[in-house]
């Protein structure tokens, strides 16, 4: 028998109010979101020909939550949060830095934290980064038909030159406000990975290229 598309809807939509509601029933959870560097074409990068070594100290988390990234506001009050990989995000924004010099084609080394930059006066290294996150949040809000997510990245960077012992700071940052018709935490984690993204490649852009 052929189903004829009111026949269609009337079946569909008790099935999808079921599903919608056993979900948004749930009790609360806390999604991990694996921070990283996500660049969108890796074979468009090119590597610098002749690579400098850039030493990077273990970032500062300036944030009040530091154990958190973000929640989830759910249609019926509830509220999920979001818990960042690898912890701390300290260390989730050092790696995720490193991973990005590499892929750029520079040599890397990490430091140990508090570090005395001036002692090292010879290079290599030619560079040395060290910084504070001062956001890196990521929040989602459901509402009828849709959820809004909003993400968010600043990071304060120091740049110390060892050859000429110079050295200059720089926030950079950037947001994410993607719209999905269903919540998903990969859309999440994709989010603020994109905005973290972004914001290392306005570093490398600014301050290392030559």
């Given at each position: 028998?052929k189903?004829?598309?009111?026949?269609?809807v009337?079946?569909?939509?008790?099935t999808?109010?079921?599903i919608?509601?056993s979900?948004?029933?749930?009790?609360?959870v806390?999604?991990?979101?694996?921070v990283?560097?996500?660049?969108?074409?890796k074979e468009?990068?090119?590597?610098?020909t002749?690579?400098?070594q850039?030493?990077v100290?273990p970032?500062?988390?300036?944030?009040?939550?530091?154990?958190?990234?973000?929640?989830?506001?759910?249609?019926?009050?509830?509220?999920d949060e979001?818990?960042?990989?690898p912890?701390?995000?300290?260390?989730?924004v050092?790696?995720?830095l490193?991973?990005a010099?590499?892929?750029?084609g520079?040599?890397t080394?990490?430091?140990?934290?508090?570090?005395?930059?001036t002692?090292?006066t010879?290079?290599?290294?030619?560079?040395?980064l060290?910084?504070?996150?001062?956001?890196?949040r990521?929040?989602?809000?459901s509402?009828?038909?849709?959820?809004?997510?909003?993400?968010?990245?600043?990071?304060?960077?120091?740049?110390?030159?060892?050859?000429?012992?110079?050295?200059s700071?720089?926030t950079i940052?950037?947001?994410?406000e993607?719209?999905?018709?269903?919540?998903n935490p990969?859309?999440m984690?994709s989010?603020?990975n994109?905005a973290l993204t972004?914001a290392?490649?306005?570093?490398?852009?600014?301050?290392?290229?030559?």
């Amino acid at each position: 028998m052929k189903l004829s598309k009111s026949h269609i809807v009337g079946w569909a939509f008790p099935t999808l109010l079921l599903i919608y509601l056993s979900t948004a029933c749930a009790p609360s959870v806390t999604y991990v979101v694996d921070v990283a560097y996500t660049p969108a074409l890796k074979e468009q990068l090119r590597p610098i020909t002749e690579p400098l070594q850039i030493a990077v100290m273990p970032f500062d988390d300036q944030r009040a939550d530091k154990k958190g990234i973000g929640k989830r506001s759910r249609l019926t009050g509830q509220v999920d949060e979001f818990e960042i990989r690898p912890y701390p995000a300290s260390t989730a924004v050092t790696e995720a830095l490193i991973s990005a010099l590499k892929i750029h084609g520079y040599q890397t080394k990490l430091l140990s934290r508090g570090t005395d930059e001036t002692s090292i006066t010879v290079a290599p290294p030619h560079i040395i980064l060290s910084g504070k996150i001062e956001e890196l949040r990521a929040d989602a809000v459901s509402k009828p038909g849709y959820t809004d997510i909003k993400t968010s990245v600043r990071l304060k960077v120091r740049v110390y030159r060892v050859d000429d012992r110079s050295s200059s700071t720089m926030t950079i940052q950037s947001q994410t406000e993607p719209r999905v018709a269903l919540f998903n935490p990969n859309v999440m984690q994709s989010a603020i990975n994109e905005a973290l993204t972004e914001a290392i490649n306005k570093l490398i852009a600014q301050k290392l290229k030559p």
